[in-house]
């Protein structure tokens, strides 16, 4: 689709992994985009350039030709004077990914004090529409099903992070509930390398337990025993249970095509899997590809904290997001399966074909380690 008119959108945190995607989708529509970067800009243009080559969608000519904008700003305190000519709608992506709190006061110093000096600008510049990109698990330990909708009363949390992007959703609501102004909300759940290319820029989760799989193989691979390696493994989690992991690709062209859609504004979107891998598909996965075999699945109160010193090199080092294995809300995607309709976009099955190349293209990259990339656990 493409535009007759033309918008400028504001738009933080395009040096991140969703949001170089959304920003390559809504160039592709012939949108106009500021991007605010982190001072200095020139070495935070000069990233952002290197990282959407490695991507496959240089910019150089959409900064040539203007329709991309590098302005210097940072969250909460450093937004920029406006020196353009109009803004028609902010997207904010910008966030921090830090799981618990740091000393620089992250993820609430960026997420609900920069939420905050977002919705300010916003206001001081009489823009009405606002984009922004939140997390499935500001649902935190509810479970159920759990709706498209601000979650009114506070759940309690697994993390700081979720906590902090709650507290965000609700300084939109609260922002949203004023006359004249819509926001629209993308609550995406665990995101994942591109479903095309295997491209990925962020490493955490899904890759960093693939590495881990990895080394396990390494320390018990005996070329005596043949290719395959069996270690008796015991895997906390139900074999049925479906993991909620998103290609980055599907999550930016539903954000793209709802921005560009104005009758689909002014709701919460989930972007989750509507039929995720089982635990099961998973497990065989990584037997096929790292030809490590052995594991069976157990209750994860049996397992997390009384390890195997193999089971230890895994769950010790993966123990920040086994909550999830015992945590599986199912999420409404009412609002999302009618944008998918509207838009003509089809959530790209996870075949095992494609968890092995998006295994390949990190495996290349070294899991991540010696990439231009971050290895910090995300969400
Ligand atoms: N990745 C996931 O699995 C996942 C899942 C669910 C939801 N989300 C949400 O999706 C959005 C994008 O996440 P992501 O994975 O793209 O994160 P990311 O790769 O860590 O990128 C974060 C972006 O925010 C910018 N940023 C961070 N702190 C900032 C500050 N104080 N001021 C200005 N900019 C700042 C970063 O700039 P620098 O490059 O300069 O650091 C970067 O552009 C976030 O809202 C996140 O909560 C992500």
Not at 205 to 218: C, E, H, N
Request: hydrophobic share 35%; net charge neutral; aromatic share 10%.
């Amino acid at each position: 689709m493409k535009l007759d008119q033309q918008q400028t959108f504001f738009m933080t945190g395009s040096t991140g992994f969703l949001g170089q995607y959304i920003l390559r989708d809504l160039l592709a529509e012939g949108q106009r985009v500021v991007a605010m970067l982190r001072p200095p800009v020139a070495e935070s243009g000069g990233r952002l350039r290197a990282q959407m080559q490695a991507m496959g969608s240089p910019v150089e000519r959409f900064l040539e030709n203007r329709q991309l904008l590098l302005v210097e700003g940072m969250l909460p305190n450093h937004l920029p004077e406006i020196a353009w000519d109009r803004t028609d709608a902010v997207v904010n992506c910008a966030a921090s990914l830090q799981l618990f709190s740091d000393a620089a006061g992250d993820p609430y110093r960026t997420n609900v004090a920069g939420m905050k000096a977002v919705l300010d600008w916003t206001d001081a510049h009489r823009i009405h529409r606002l984009h922004a990109v939140s997390t499935a698990y500001t649902c935190g330990w509810n479970s159920g099903l759990i709706r498209e909708q601000f979650h009114t009363t506070e759940p309690r949390f697994q993390t700081d992070y979720e906590k902090s992007k709650w507290q965000a959703e609700s300084l939109m609501a609260d922002w949203a509930s004023r006359p004249g102004r819509t926001v629209t909300l993308y609550r995406p759940s665990f995101l994942i390398g591109d479903s095309e290319t295997g491209y990925t820029c962020q490493f955490a989760g899904f890759y960093q337990f693939a590495r881990l799989v990895s080394v396990l193989k390494k320390q018990y691979f005996d070329p005596n025993n043949g290719a395959k390696t069996y270690i008796p493994l015991r895997i906390p989690g139900r074999p049925e249970d479906r993991q909620n992991i998103v290609p980055v690709d599907f999550a930016s062209r539903m954000i793209a095509a709802i921005v560009l859609r104005p009758e689909l504004h002014g709701r919460i979107y989930h972007l989750t899997n509507p039929e995720g891998p089982t635990n099961n598909m998973m497990k065989r996965c990584y037997e096929d590809y790292f030809g490590l075999h052995g594991g069976y699945f157990a209750d994860p109160s049996e397992v997390i904290g009384k390890c195997s010193q193999a089971e230890s090199l895994l769950w010790d080092q993966y123990h920040l997001l086994t909550p999830r294995v015992v945590h599986t809300p199912e999420f409404d995607t009412t609002h999302t399966r009618e944008a998918m309709q509207a838009a003509d976009i089809q959530f790209p099955e996870l075949t095992p074909e494609r968890v092995y190349m998006l295994f390949d293209f990190a495996a290349a990259r070294d899991w991540g380690r010696h990439a231009n990339g971050k290895t910090t656990s995300n969400r």
